[in-house]
Each structure stands twice: as C-alpha cells, then as structure tokens.
C-alpha cells in the first residue's frame, strides 16, 4: 500500500521560514566566507617572500591555499538560490490550493518573493567569481615571476 505525505499548513510555514532564513543564510555565510578567504589570501601575498621556497611547485601550493573555496562558493551559490526559489515557488502553489482560488495578486506576490532567493544567490555568485579570477590572476603573475628569477631573469 502506497501512502502520501499530506503537507499539512505547518510544514508550508516551515518551508516559508526556511527560505527566508535557511537559504539566506547560508547565502549570506557564503558571501562572508569567501570575501574573508580572498582578503587572507591577498594580504598573504603581500607579504610571502619569493625567496623562502625551493620549487615552484612548493611556491604554488603555498599560493593556492584555500583558493578554491572562493570557487566553490561561486559555483554553488546560484544553486542554493536555486533552491530557495523552488521552495518559494512551492510554498505559492500551496496556498494557492489551500485558498481554492487562483488570485493573480496572491501568485504574482508569492512568485515575486520566491525570486529573491534567486537574486541573493546570484549576488553571492558574482563577487565570488571575480575574486576567484582575480586571484588566480595574482598567482600566475607570481608564479610566472617566481619561475623567471629562478631562469636567472631580472625583473
């Protein structure tokens, strides 16, 4: 025997409150985040010294550490957003049931507010992947410096 889950009003406010706190949340402890690894890493650069590594290789590692939360922090904002929106959109449809009628300024406001999800999410993506360039910039830069200096070439 097959039985459905009946949502009952109480898990639609759960789900409400789980996109306006949940989803923004952790947007925004993304953002947080990746602005903090960035900030480390390029006051990190400042002050590494060339010099102190054997190999490049050993001056890359150094160099790329933690980069690739800021990656992973541009990549998969969008999604959670993504997913804020979903729940957003199902909560709009649920009370749509619930009311038993289709009111445009009831759907259009639901549809609206389960957008901002969305947006936050790409408000949290787009900072992070110009950071996220601009310091693999930085590394290659340094690298390429490093890898000079090592040929015997003055800068």
Known sequence: MIKFLLITE?????ITLAVDYGV??????MSIIAVAVAVERFSYFRKIRHDSFKTVQAYESALTKRVYIVATVGTNAPYVGLLGTVLGIMQTFYAIGISGSADVEAIMTGLAMSL???AAGLVTAIPAVI???ILIRKINEMILHKEAINAGEEF
């Open 131 to 133: 950071l996220y360039n």
């Open 10 to 14: 109480g898990h639609m406010n759960g």
């Open 116 to 118: 901002k999800a969305t």
């Open 24 to 29: 923004m949340g952790v947007l925004a402890l």
